[in-house]
T-cell receptor, first 116, second 115 residues
């Protein structure tokens, strides 16, 4: 069965510092991996995804994520954090085996707090 | 503007009183889904629909019903709500087609309280 884990409930960084939000996954076949962000009182917004190809994926708002097959990880990164990046971040995985629109499994979320 | 809309945004009701949360998308997406979000549990899928008249259970379907009579609409029905269904609900949609790598677009959420 597929699963996704976000080991940190909260990540605190200072504005201007690099940030990393961690995600590990487990699937039977090839993973399709996603990051979403949720701002207070809003729905989830898509940030980026990995399907295949280059292990470094670039997305919205300066975020990027690195796919590491051997470590089954897909960590979200940003070189320089902004206070406005403070939000709840969700990693999600879908098992790409068979190419069907199966369930998208979400992690429990990581709250990112960026202090001035 | 491409969007997923949900109504109502906030709802307080009592145990056993049937309610419907509507969801509509204007992107001609084939795939639609309902999730509930609870603290510490992330998002859990309730039901999903691959296309009109095609629906299937997600991870937590008990106590919920859905229908997909039109491509754009995917209402969530609670026939007899209970307090454990107090939660934040999200509707989402995505393109169907080759593979399953399409990102989902989410509605703004419906905060439901069942007393």
């Amino acid at each position: 069965a597929q699963s996704v884990a976000q080991p940190e409930d909260q990540v605190n960084v200072a504005e201007g510092n690099p940030l990393t939000v961690k995600c590990t996954y487990s699937v039977s076949g090839n993973p399709y991996l996603f990051w979403y962000v949720q701002y207070p009182n809003r729905g989830l917004q898509f940030l980026l995804k990995y399907i295949t190809g280059d292990n470094l994926v670039k997305g919205s708002y300066g975020f990027e994520a690195e796919f590491n097959k051997s470590q089954t990880s897909f960590h979200l990164k940003k070189p320089s954090a902004l206070v406005s990046d403070s939000a709840l971040y969700f990693c999600a995985v879908r098992d790409g085996y068979g190419g069907s629109q199966g369930n998208l499994i979400f992690g429990k979320g990581t709250k990112l707090s960026v202090k001035p | 503007e491409a969007q997923v809309t949900q109504n109502p945004r906030y709802l307080i009701t009592v145990t056993g009183k049937k309610l419907t949360v509507t969801c509509s998308q204007n992107m001609n997406h084939e795939y639609m889904s309902w999730y509930r979000q609870d603290p510490g549990l992330g998002l859990r899928q309730i039901y999903y629909s691959m296309n009109v008249e095609v629906t299937d259970k997600g991870d937590v379907p008990e106590g919920y019903k859905v229908s997909r009579k039109e491509k754009r609409n995917f209402p969530l029905i609670l026939e007899s709500p209970s307090p454990n269904q107090t939660s934040l609900y999200f509707c989402a949609s995505s393109l169907a087609g080759f593979g399953s790598y399409n990102e989902q677009f989410f509605g703004p959420g419906t905060r439901l309280t069942v007393l």
